[in-house]
């Protein structure tokens, strides 16, 4: 399945995006969906996941609280709402398919990235 993220840009601290993930094929909802990001000269870092059918969702640490990550099958899109943004939520952030989990091997296909920042 070919997944697209959307929805970044440049806040200020403090303010929200909601990032999506869409993909094209109905085979979607066969997949659990993990959200990455990947900071410049740092590794690439888990941040929130959601099970199939949405009913088990996971979360970083340093985001629970702040990040909520929803589904819609029917629309085949993945949602990631980033509240309380700061500016180390500054990266790449990636949504993946695949098996629920927070390590990147447990995910098969990969997007592209849509990029936020968050200046200080």
């Known amino acids: 399945v070919n997944l697209v993220e959307s929805g970044g840009g440049l806040v200020q601290a403090g303010e929200s995006l909601r990032l999506s993930c869409a993909a094209s094929e109905s085979v979607f909802s066969l997949y659990a969906i993990g959200w990455f990001r990947q900071a410049p000269g740092k590794e690439r870092q888990f941040v929130a996941s959601?099970?199939?059918?949405?009913?088990?969702?996971n979360y970083a640490d340093s985001m629970k609280g702040r990040f909520a990550i929803s589904r819609d099958n029917a629309r085949n899109t993945v949602y990631l709402q980033m509240n309380s943004l700061k500016a180390d939520d500054t990266a790449m952030y990636y949504c993946?398919?695949?098996?629920?989990?927070?390590?990147?091997?447990?995910?098969?296909?990969w997007g592209q990235g849509t990029q936020v920042t968050v200046s200080s």
């Open positions: 993946a398919g695949g098996s629920l989990g927070s390590l990147a091997k447990a995910y098969i296909t």
């Open positions: 959601i099970s199939r059918n949405g009913d088990m969702t």
